[in-house]
């Protein structure tokens, strides 16, 4: 899984990434899906699940950690609102310094994301919900997002 997800980061960030902050969230990655649970079934589910939090990542905020967007409203990695609201305890300021908890943020987000529409709904349509706020919308980001991580049509 390791190699793929270089492969998987290397080509997002076309190599303008320092590699360390590619290294380090890739390796981050990893960590967090030893702990938590896939959003996809079968074999592959985690790597495919790390291999999307590296794209949406990448995409949000060039895996830095302390990244601030939306007029200081979201934080970290993975451009949350609201932390607390997914994990207890979490606030932009951990989240900021703490990569890793960014994206177990963010994966929380995603599987409210999965949950909220429809049922057996691919990726594309619930990322749409991660994106805009809007389940199947902002498909054109989507397709930036899931489709390095093969996931679009995942369910």
Known sequence: MLARLFLIAYSVSNGWVPYERMSAAVHDVVDVMETE??????????????????????????????????????????????PSKWIEGATCAKVLADRKLGFRVGLAV?????????????AKVWLGLYASGTCGMAQAAVKRRCAPAGVCDAI
């Open 37 to 82: 649970a896939s959003l996809f079934d079968g074999a592959d589910g985690k790597a495919k699940t790390a291999a999307l939090l590296l794209t949406i990542s990448f995409f949000e905020s060039g895996w830095k950690a302390d990244a601030l967007g939306d007029a200081g409203k979201s934080c970290g990695v993975m451009q949350t609102q609201n």
């Open 110 to 122: 995603l599987r409210h994301s999965k949950a909220t529409c429809a049922a057996g709904s691919p």
